[in-house]
């Protein structure tokens, strides 16, 4: 039996997953990582591959707070972009490089069901829901098929689509679907691969990066300092930890190499944040 103390969790996006040469780095890390016994799950991203095939089809994106509203033709693309371009591209990277790897996403197995996200809105005091579309939460997570595949040695590369109890298929942000999915497996640790080297208390200084942080400051920092982008994966890692995973880590996807280092607290980069 896999112990949960054995799974690491990997959120994958950012520029390390557009550039190829860093792609086979990254492929290379997670294949040492695995090699050690360790049970690698993979959730990735794709929102550039969503944008180039939504343009190739001329189908026009419409954003609502910062959110891809998501037409039902969009949504065929955004399946074609996941599941079909992305997760069969890091599936075949793996495959090559001697690990078992296996495509999902999350409507395999029944995994996670979705339920319809709305982007809350205050109008003059009034709170309104807006319809993103075909853009969902998470409402329920089985691991049973990911803790099937990983004690059997193949390592899971999930793309975050689901059904809802509706029968639709649903877009889910992949920072919220890696830290939901990382809880539902007890994981020992969840590492959000992004662009920079962890947290700052300024960006603009490198001497300010935050080496290791507790759950309440990361609260704070997402309170007073973070914005954007950021705040999903911020929002993604407290899920994780609140639900029980032991660590999590924001580590820079460019430095591949580095990774195993930072998972054993020697890095001289990224920032480690534990409940």
């Known amino acids: 039996m896999f112990e949960s103390t054995d799974i690491i969790l990997i959120k994958y996006g950012g520029n390390a997953m557009l550039n190829p040469d860093l792609q086979k780095q990254v492929v290379v890390a997670l294949t040492e990582l695995h090699s050690q016994g360790l049970g690698i799950v993979l959730v990735h991203g794709g929102g550039p591959e969503i944008n180039k095939l939504l343009k190739l089809a001329m189908v026009e994106s419409e954003f609502v707070g910062g959110q891809r509203k998501t037409s039902a033709?969009?949504?065929?693309?955004?399946?074609?972009?996941?599941?079909?371009?992305?997760?069969?591209?890091?599936?075949?990277?793996l495959n090559n490089a001697g690990v078992s790897a296996v495509g999902l996403s999350g409507k395999d197995g029944s995994m996670v069901i979705a339920e319809k996200r709305f982007h809350v809105l205050n109008v003059n005091g009034k709170t309104e829901k807006a319809d993103l579309g075909f853009v969902g939460n998470i409402k329920d997570i089985n691991p049973k098929l990911i803790f099937t595949l990983i004690e059997n040695s193949y390592l899971p590369v999930v793309a975050p689509i689901a059904v809802g109890e509706d029968g639709m298929d649903y877009n889910i942000n992949a920072d919220i679907f890696a830290g939901k999915l990382s809880a539902a497996l007890k994981a020992k640790a969840y590492v959000s691969l992004t662009d920079v080297d962890g947290l700052y208390h300024d960006i603009n200084n490198p001497e300010s990066r935050i080496p290791q942080a507790t759950l309440p400051e990361l609260h704070q920092f997402m309170k007073d300092i973070a914005t954007g982008g950021m705040l999903p994966k911020l929002e993604s890692i407290a899920v994780a930890l609140q639900g029980g995973v032991k660590e999590a880590h924001i580590f820079n996807g460019t430095k591949p190499d580095d990774l195993k280092q930072q998972l054993r607290g020697k890095s001289t980069s990224g920032t480690k944040i534990t409940a």
């Open 73 to 93: 033709e969009a949504m065929i693309y955004v399946q074609m972009a996941l599941r079909g371009q992305v997760n069969g591209t890091l599936v075949r990277l």
